[in-house]
């Protein structure tokens, strides 16, 4: 039971480091926000409007080959370098 519990706690969408959610839902799931709603993400992770509206546009301008195949590591690198979010995974 213990190692249930510890596990419910890793996968626990509160425990997930904003950067990596951020990250998580570049790669798995843009299809499926529009600008506003996009940008009302950025309140749960701390980012403001303007810069979620950046990240969202600036999402739809790289290549669709390397929205496909980078990393996570490359997705932070991304952020850090264009929105200069400052968290690190």
Not at 7 to 34: G, Q, W
Not at 44 to 62: C, F, Q, R, S
Request: charged share 35%; no cysteine.
């Amino acid at each position: 039971m213990k190692h249930l519990k510890q596990f419910e706690n890793f996968i626990n969408e509160a425990s997930i480091k904003p950067i990596n959610r951020l990250i998580s839902i570049l790669v798995n799931s843009m299809e499926y926000y529009d600008e506003d709603s996009f940008t009302d993400l950025g309140d749960e992770m701390n980012i403001d409007p303007e810069t979620m509206k950046e990240i969202y546009n600036g999402y739809w301008e790289v290549n669709p080959m390397d929205q496909t195949d980078w990393d996570t590591r490359e997705w932070e690198k991304w952020l850090k370098k264009e929105y200069k979010i400052k968290w690190s995974i």
